[in-house]
């Protein structure tokens, strides 16, 4: 089993770079096609495509 953990700032399960670039969904989708399960997850206040869901969370 592999856990892909984020970096520092806001990410969603795919840390996109940029719109073409998303390491962790690469990643994934080469170790699932080998048999590991792979669990990933989006970062408190991210939701799908980058949207930030509360940007409270964010504030310091």
């Known amino acids: 089993m592999s856990l892909l953990v984020h970096g520092s ?3 969603d399960k795919d840390y996109y770079v940029n ?3 998303a390491p962790f ?5 080469y170790l699932s096609e080998r048999g590991f399960a792979v669990l ?7 939701g799908p495509n980058f ?4 940007a409270n ?3 310091m």
Request: proline letters at 0%; charged letters at 30%.
């Open 25 to 29: 969904k690469q990643i994934s989708q």
């Open 19 to 21: 719109s073409k670039i």
């Open 40 to 46: 990933k997850y989006d970062k408190r206040g991210v």
């Open 9 to 11: 700032g806001v990410a």
């Open 57 to 59: 969370v964010w504030e």
């Open 51 to 54: 949207t930030v869901a509360d």
